[in-house]
């Protein structure tokens, strides 16, 4: 017997994948936003300058290899990044509404989204395994079953909701 949580009578677990794609595109938004409030600033420079601020040490190898890597992305770079935050916030917001809705293209969106990390997931466990990789992938094969196995949850943008009837 499946736990709970996980059970198709209870949306329990669908609440979850809601509350978490609303994390995420809230997430993302913020940053995105975060980046376009910087304007056209050198982001290396920006961090050298917070970092002295907050007394870290600049001239370690952690800090220097950050700068260097953040030197690599320019104003434009810095926009066009903050822009797709943006923008990836704002669809995990919609789908986040479609699942409440118990529309049938977020559930397609979250399994396709979902699936397509997940050979991404087994690479990263096989060059740096971690336990916070392996539950985070553990977590994403049970959304995308959960999902296939409770379609009945779902419907389609036309077909008509009868929230009254029980049977």
């Keep these: 017997m499946a736990p709970m949580i996980i059970n198709h009578r209870s949306p329990l677990f669908l609440k979850y994948i809601i509350l978490e794609r609303i994390a995420k595109g809230a ?9 376009l409030s910087l304007g056209p600033v050198r982001l290396n420079h920006l961090l ?19 700068f260097r890597k953040t030197g690599l992305v320019g104003p434009n770079m810095l926009m066009i990044i903050s822009v797709g935050g943006i923008v990836y916030g704002m669809v995990n917001f919609t789908v986040a509404w479609g699942l409440h809705r118990r529309f049938r293209w977020a559930e397609y969106m979250t399994i396709i989204e979902i699936s397509a990390l997940i050979p991404l997931e087994v690479y990263a466990m096989h060059s740096h395994f971690s336990p916070w990789r392996l539950g985070a992938f553990i977590l994403n094969v049970i959304i995308v079953i959960y ?19 029980p049977a």
């Design 27 to 35: 997430v993302a938004f913020l940053i995105g936003l975060g980046g």
């Design 48 to 66: 050298y300058h917070w970092a002295q601020n907050f007394n870290i040490d600049t001239d370690n190898a952690f800090t220097g290899q950050i």
């Design 147 to 165: 999902l296939l196995r409770n379609r009945q949850l779902f419907h389609g943008i036309h077909e008509a909701v009868d929230e009254g009837d």
